[in-house]
């Protein structure tokens, strides 16, 4: 059986990793969307949200960051929980396909689905898949909702 966490242990894990971390520096922001470029550099926060919905954070939290590519977790998140893992799986799938995010390659190589819900084709097909289907506007706000 696993060790319990407690609020403290997180907190503690929170600080150590922000402190172990915060003075990291290189790479370049992304340019090919124009408010990922303008974002500071310099800018880094972590924060975690606890199953009652306590949050613990660290650093700069309060600045609003683009979420990009990351939403493409909870999306497929929450089409696994509307459907299974295994529905997902048959529809999208979940290979790796080593080429980039946004590969026009990736996709052609694939002959009845795109390969994973974490590139962008993959991640078109997991929202399409989101329930309520037919109503843009209902579904925008379950996979809004499901990520705050």
């Known amino acids: 059986m696993g060790q319990k966490l407690t609020k403290?242990?997180?907190?503690?894990?929170?600080?150590?990793?922000?402190?172990?971390?915060?003075?990291?520096?290189?790479?370049?922001?992304?340019?090919?969307?124009?408010?990922?470029?303008?974002?500071?550099?310099?800018?880094?926060?972590?924060?975690?949200?606890?199953?009652?919905?306590?949050i613990i954070a660290a650093g700069d939290t309060e600045y609003k960051f683009g979420i990009e590519s990351v939403s493409k977790v909870p999306t497929a998140i929450l089409t696994m929980n509307q459907y299974s893992p295994e529905e997902v799986l048959t529809k999208i799938g979940a290979d790796a396909t080593g080429l980039p995010f946004n590969s026009i390659m990736a996709i052609l190589l694939e002959k009845d689905h795109p390969s994973t819900p974490l590139v962008n084709a993959g991640a078109i097909a997991a929202c399409s898949m989101i329930k309520p289907i037919g109503k843009p506007d209902a579904k925008w706000e379950a996979i809004q909702g499901f990520i705050e």
């Not at 907190?11 to 520096?25: G, I, L, P, Y």
């Not at 370049?28 to 500071?40: E, F, G, S, T, W």
């Open 8 to 54: 403290q242990d997180v907190r503690d894990a929170v600080q150590h990793a922000f402190e172990q971390t915060k003075a990291v520096s290189g790479g370049k922001n992304a340019d090919y969307i124009p408010y990922l470029a303008n974002v500071p550099s310099d800018l880094f926060g972590i924060a975690v949200c606890l199953p009652d919905g306590e």
